[in-house]
């Protein structure tokens, strides 16, 4: 039987497919499922990027956590420093190798970017022992010049070697052809793996991708929900024909319809699309200054919120403030609920709070409140310092309250860039939301989700 090899692609959506909370619910997953591979997209926000890879690197144990670095110096770098406490960390190097792709997004010929892409890998396998080549449009590529860049970059360091197919013209047996034409001129050592990335585009993705590990590959590259080989299709393929194919994979294929329907439900239904570009559909809804505060209203309530009239009323004149300015999305409104709706006073006030995590620690955190003049302080640990610092809330509140939903977007650019934190708690059947700013993304979400806690609080003492 040959080992399958399974890296997922889910997570690597654009920027607003998932919420924080979403991403790190579906990563646990995933672990769940026992994917050889997690992976994440390039580094975009230094800050809110490498706090999510530094969150599932907490539980993401067993699998390989995978971070793209892209083409650049910079992306590797970023990507290391992300990667910094994950067990089992993979750098990828992603780039075009077609004339026209490597002309038109890096100005440069075969010779000089084969000397990139050894160059990068040299780079990566400093801090990385483990390193894969993404060859964008490898289907594109000139002959002769994958299994030279191949063997380059493997002599460089790269244990990976993965064949993207970004097109998806092939039919299965000619993808075949292709990948055993690869693997016979490149002979690579048998240390360095050889990967598949199939388009889905055609609804063939699977049957090339199984055509072409009994071509030589070893890899496979599946994602839930998008326009590469969909891991549930290839998880039952290999459930049903695995024998007679003489495939096989570490893939928990009795959990796998259970693990692939709560992804489903954590992506709040249906798994975000991607359209011919292969970008994600927009926000459900947008406003601008016409709309009314009925049909804002509607937009609230269909967010989860329960709000007063009088609520209502401060939402939407902060909404017509920001909709004379720009048009307001989803994430704009809820940002606006949080900081108009329900203001309270502050039953709770944050005083100080101390973080500790790394590869060799479990994240602790010891945070101090202040209520009616009296300090009250806590030490919690959970998964990631973000998931400790609210579980030591909740232990000095003495409630433990749900956790609907986590973002984190920046404000300002730049290294001391802000960040805008939102936290929705669900208590009772009612939704709070809670907004945090500050150039510390710990303390920005504490203080969003002291926030909601007060809303909530007072809502319980004034019923």
Same mark, same amino acid.
């Given at each position: 039987?040959?080992?399958?090899?399974?890296?997922? $692609?889910?997570?690597?959506?654009?920027?607003?497919?998932?919420?924080?909370?979403?991403?790190?619910?579906?990563?646990?997953?995933?672990?769940?499922?026992?994917?050889?591979?997690?992976?994440?997209?390039?580094?975009?926000?230094?800050?809110?990027?490498?706090?999510?890879?530094?969150?599932?690197?907490?539980?993401?144990?067993?699998?390989?956590?995978?971070?793209?670095?892209?083409?650049?110096?910079?992306?590797?770098?970023?990507?290391?420093?992300?990667?910094?406490?994950?067990?089992?960390? $993979?750098?990828?190097?992603?780039?075009?190798?077609?004339?026209?792709?490597?002309?038109?997004?890096?100005?440069?010929?075969?010779?000089?970017?084969?000397?990139?892409?050894?160059?990068?890998?040299?780079?990566?396998?400093?801090?990385?022992?483990?390193?894969?080549?993404?060859?964008l449009d490898a289907t594109r590529a000139d002959d002769g010049f994958l299994p030279e860049l191949a063997n380059a970059v493997a002599a460089a360091g790269a244990r990976t070697f993965t064949l993207c197919d970004i097109e998806g013209k092939m039919l299965?047996?000619?993808?075949?052809?292709?990948?055993?034409?690869?693997?016979r001129d490149a002979n690579l050592p048998e240390t360095v793996r050889v990967g598949v990335q199939c388009s889905n585009i055609n609804g063939l993705a699977a049957a090339c991708a199984v055509m072409a590990v009994q071509a030589g590959a070893d890899v496979v590259k599946t994602a839930c929900g998008s326009d590469v080989t969909d891991l549930g299709t290839f998880g039952t393929l290999l459930k049903n024909c695995g024998t007679d194919c003489g495939l096989s994979a570490k893939l928990q294929l009795t959990k796998l319809g259970r693990i692939l329907s709560q992804i489903t439900r954590i992506s709040g239904g249906t798994l975000p699309a991607a359209d011919a570009d292969g970008a994600d559909a927009d926000d459900s809804f947008h406003f601008d200054e016409k709309d009314s505060q009925e049909t804002v209203a509607a937009a609230v309530r269909k967010l989860g919120y329960d709000l007063s009239a009088e609520d209502e009323v401060k939402v939407y004149e902060a909404f017509r403030r920001v909709a004379v300015k720009k048009t307001v999305g989803v994430k704009e409104l809820e940002a606006i609920v949080a900081s108009a709706a329900l203001q309270v006073p502050s039953t709770y006030k944050v005083i100080s709070y101390v973080i500790n995590t790394g590869?060799?620690?479990?994240?602790?955190?010891?945070?101090?409140?202040?209520?009616?003049?009296?300090?009250?302080?806590?030490?919690?640990?959970?998964?990631?310092?973000?998931?400790?610092?609210?579980?030591?809330?909740?232990?000095?509140?003495?409630?433990?309250?749900?956790?609907?939903?986590?973002?984190?977007?920046?404000?300002?650019?730049?290294?001391?860039?802000?960040?805008?934190?939102?936290?929705?708690? $669900?208590?009772?059947?009612?939704?709070?939301?809670?907004?945090?700013?500050?150039?510390?993304?710990?303390?920005?979400?504490? $203080?969003?989700?002291?926030?909601?806690?007060?809303?909530?609080?007072?809502?319980?003492?004034?019923?």
């Open positions: 039987m040959k080992r399958v090899f399974l890296c997922d $692609r889910t997570l690597c959506r654009q920027t607003g497919a998932y919420s924080f909370k979403e991403k790190i619910e579906i990563a646990r997953q995933l672990e769940n499922l026992s994917v050889d591979g997690v992976e994440l997209p390039i580094i975009e926000n230094i800050r809110t990027d490498v706090l999510l890879v530094k969150t599932i690197s907490s539980f993401v144990k067993n699998s390989v956590l995978s971070v793209d670095a892209g083409g650049t110096a910079e992306g590797v770098t970023n990507a290391a420093a992300a990667l910094a406490s994950a067990a089992h960390g $993979r750098i990828r190097i992603s780039l075009p190798v077609s004339t026209v792709g490597m002309e038109y997004g890096y100005h440069k010929k075969a010779p000089k970017m084969r000397l990139l892409a050894e160059e990068l890998v040299r780079l990566a396998a400093q801090s990385c022992d483990d390193v894969e080549f993404c060859a299965p047996d000619a993808f075949s052809r292709f990948v055993a034409d690869f693997v590869n060799l620690i479990s994240p602790s955190a010891q945070i101090k409140l202040e209520k009616d003049g009296e300090t009250l302080s806590a030490i919690g640990m959970g998964d990631g310092p973000i998931d400790a610092a609210f579980l030591t809330i909740d232990q000095i509140v003495g409630s433990h309250y749900e956790l609907d939903d986590f973002q984190i977007q920046a404000v300002t650019e730049g290294k001391e860039a802000m960040a805008s934190t939102l936290v929705k708690l $669900r208590f009772d059947g009612k939704l709070y939301s809670g907004n945090g700013i500050s150039t510390d993304i710990v303390g920005a979400s504490i $203080r969003a989700y002291v926030n909601a806690l007060n809303k909530i609080v007072y809502e319980e003492a004034t019923r």
